[in-house]
C-alpha cells in the first residue's frame, strides 16, 4: 500500500494512536481506570500494603519478619498480572497506551517509590536482625512511603502536582542511597 503524498507515515501513526487511546476509552466507564490518564491507582495498593507492613511490625515484628523480607517491588504490569484486579487486562494495555507526558511522570514516581521502599526495608530489616526497636524507623517509613504515594496518586487520577524541583543530580543521589543501604553502607538517619 503506497502511501498518498499529502498524507505521511507519522499522520497515519498519530491518527491510529488516538484511535486506539479512544478505543481504550471506551471501555473504562465502571471500571477503576482514570479515563484521562488510563492509569489504574489499583497499582499502589502494593505499596500501601508495605505501609500496612509497617505499622504491623511495630507490635509485632516476629510475626511480620518473614514478609518484610519477602517484600519485593512489582512493575505495574506484574502488580495487575498477578492481582485479582476484574479488568486486569484492560488496566495492562491502557497503560501502554497512557499519555506519554502522564506515563514517563508516573513512571518517575513509581521509580522513586520503589527505591525508597527499598532502602527502607533493607534498614527496617537490617534493626529487626539486630533486635533493635523499630517504632521510630517504621513511622518514618510509613510516612516517607505516603508521601510518594500521595504523588503517585495525584498523577494517576489525573491531579498533576508541579514536577518535583528535582535535578537528574539529586535523582541519582537518592538511587544510590537505596544502593547503599541494600549493601549496608551509610545508613543516615537510621544509625544507631
Known sequence: MEIQDDVSREDIVSAFRLAMVGHFRSH???TNINESTLLASDYLNHFHELVMLFEALVTEPEGFAKDLQAWRPLTYE??????????????????RRAPSEVRVR?????????????????????????????EAACQDAV???RGLIDEANAIATGE?????????AAGKENGQAAVDAVFGANLGPFDP
Request: aromatic share 6%; glycine share 8%; charged share 25%.
Open 143 to 145: 510516612a516517607r512511603l
Open 78 to 95: 506484574e502488580h495487575f498480572s498477578q492481582s485479582g484486579f476484574r479488568d486486569k487486562n484492560l488496566a495492562i494495555a491502557a497503560y
Open 28 to 30: 473504562i466507564p465502571g
Open 160 to 168: 498533576l502536582p508541579e514536577k518535583p524541583a528535582q535535578s537528574a
Open 106 to 134: 508516573f513512571d518517575e514516581a513509581v521509580a522513586r517509590l520503589h527505591g525508597e521502599a527499598l532502602m527502607l526495608v533493607t534498614v527496617v530489616a537490617g534493626r529487626l536482625d539486630k533486635g533493635e526497636t523499630l
